[in-house]
């Protein structure tokens, strides 16, 4: 059964700090992962998907990378702000329709 | 951009009360899925949809049923409700298998 670990479950920076983000899942036979955020009492937004043949996305600030055969996924965040500030889930998915989430990191940003 | 709505922000009810919770989709996306998000649980899939009148079960489906009649709107109904399903309920749809889930802003219920 395939299980999402996040980690550290909270995170707190000052401004503009570089940081990363982990996410490691035990069955390595996924067909995607993918990152989100989710703002308090908010749906999730979708930052970034990295299918299995792929070893990284970039989108501004963000890039996630996923190494497959070790179970491990990073979103690396550059120059973090404060509206940066959010939890951080990561999902893989399977063969299935079914997307398995993480616990999630909390992540705040400290002006 | 996608847009996932849904029906309500907040919802209260009593207990034993029949409730419907709909989720509406503006990209033609063919898979809609019905979570639920706890703490210390996670988000859990209820159910979920890959075409109209199709549905599966997910990891909870007890206490819940769903409703696909047209292919933009996907309902989870609480047959009965009960104080243990009060939860934030999220709402995603797919384009298909393996692409993006984008997520409507969430439901919170609270069965009193």
């Known amino acids: 059964k395939q299980e999402v670990t996040q980690i550290p479950a909270a995170l707190s920076v000052p401004e503009g700090e570089n940081l990363v983000l982990n996410c490691s899942f035990t069955d390595s036979a996924i067909y995607n992962l993918q990152w989100f955020r989710q703002d308090p009492g908010k749906g999730l937004t979708s930052l970034l998907l990295i299918q299995s043949s792929q070893r990284e996305q970039t989108s501004g600030r963000l890039n996630a990378s996923l190494d497959k055969s070790s179970g491990r996924s990073t979103l690396y965040i550059a120059a973090s702000q404060p509206g940066d500030s959010a939890t951080y889930l990561c999902a893989v998915k399977g063969a299935t329709n079914k997307l398995i989430f993480g616990t999630g990191t909390l992540l705040a940003v400290q002006p | 951009d996608v847009k996932v709505t849904q029906s309500s922000r907040y919802l209260v009810k009593r207990t034993g009360e029949k409730v419907f919770l709909e989720c509406v989709q503006d990209?033609?996306?063919?898979?809609m899925f019905w979570y639920r998000q706890d703490p210390g649980l996670g988000l859990r899939l209820i159910y979920f949809s890959y075409d109209v009148k199709m549905k599966e079960k997910g990891d909870i489906p007890e206490g819940y049923s769903v409703s696909r009649e047209k292919k933009e709107r996907f309902s989870l109904i609480l047959e009965s409700a009960s104080t243990n399903q009060t939860s934030m309920y999220l709402c995603?749809?797919?384009f298909g298998s393996g692409y993006e889930q984008y997520f409507g802003p969430g439901t919170r219920l609270t069965v009193t």
């Open positions: 995603a749809s797919s």
């Open positions: 990209m033609d996306h063919e898979n």
